[in-house]
């Protein structure tokens, strides 16, 4: 370097920086995402009247289900199937939920063949006042449902107050689900 010369610096491209945020945002998102308990799907239906749907009953029961059966109390659907894994688990629960008597229980039983849902009910305990089968899938479409089971909590009026995705456990039960039944009920004097 000659005396009194100035020494260069090397601009950095921002294309050369570019692989390292998307790098450091790519990172930050694994790790919130590994991280974050909260795993609650919103629904666009929270407050809102139940979807208008008429279905039948499934096969080995009289009564379907439509909106109508879900105004003037408060209750609880469940949307399920036989080859649902997920909804075995919840069952106990339901059924004794409905032994209980506290708030009726409805079902949706989502795409089974024909005498698959009586037989899974024959084994597992029925909990359902009326049960619809949702041969096509539409009404459970109508009701957003993402996935097997999904649970609703419908206010006295019919309109969706409560959802729960998933099969659920004890804990969620006591501590989610039966407060918002219990506080609907106490506001409607039920």
Same mark, same amino acid.
């Given at each position: 370097?000659?005396?009194?010369?100035?020494?260069?610096? @090397? +601009?950095?491209?921002?294309?050369?920086?570019?692989?390292?945020?998307?790098?450091?945002?790519?990172?930050?998102?694994?790790? !919130?995402?590994?991280?974050?308990?909260?795993? @609650?799907?919103?629904?666009?239906?929270?407050?809102?009247?139940?979807? *208008?749907?008429?279905?039948?009953?499934?096969?080995?029961?009289? %009564?379907?289900?439509?909106?109508? *059966?879900?105004?003037?109390?408060?209750?609880?659907?469940?949307? !399920? /199937?036989? !080859?649902?894994?997920?909804?075995?688990?919840?069952?106990?629960?339901?059924?004794?939920?409905?032994?209980?008597?506290?708030?009726?229980?409805?079902?949706?039983?989502?795409?089974?063949?024909?005498?698959? /849902?009586? /037989?899974?009910?024959?084994?597992?305990?029925?909990?359902?006042? +009326?049960?619809?089968?949702? @041969?096509?899938? +539409?009404?459970?479409? %109508? !009701?957003?449902?993402?996935?097997?089971?999904?649970?609703?909590?419908?206010?006295?009026?019919?309109?969706?107050?409560?959802?729960?995705?998933?099969?659920? *456990?004890?804990?969620?039960?006591?501590?989610?689900?039966?407060?918002?039944?219990? @506080?609907?009920?106490?506001?409607?004097?039920?």
């Amino acid at each position: 370097m000659t005396a009194g010369a100035q020494p260069t610096r @090397r +601009r950095i491209s921002p294309l050369a920086v570019l692989p390292i945020v998307i790098f450091a945002g790519l990172a930050t998102m694994f790790f !919130w995402g590994l991280f974050n308990n909260d795993d @609650r799907l919103p629904s666009t239906l929270i407050g809102k009247p139940v979807p *208008d749907f008429d279905l039948p009953p499934i096969e080995g029961r009289s %009564d379907g289900l439509t909106t109508a *059966d879900l105004a003037g109390e408060v209750s609880i659907v469940n949307v !399920w /199937a036989s !080859w649902c894994v997920p909804c075995r688990v919840e069952m106990p629960l339901l059924v004794e939920l409905a032994a209980a008597g506290s708030v009726p229980i409805y079902g949706i039983n989502h795409r089974d063949p024909p005498g698959a /849902a009586l /037989a899974f009910l024959d084994e597992l305990g029925d909990p359902y006042t +009326r049960i619809g089968a949702d @041969r096509n899938g +539409r009404a459970s479409i %109508d !009701w957003g449902v993402y996935g097997l089971p999904e649970t609703f909590v419908i206010d006295g009026e019919g309109r969706i107050a409560y959802k729960h995705v998933g099969a659920f *456990d004890r804990r969620a039960l006591e501590e989610e689900i039966l407060p918002v039944v219990r @506080r609907l009920q106490a506001e409607d004097g039920t």
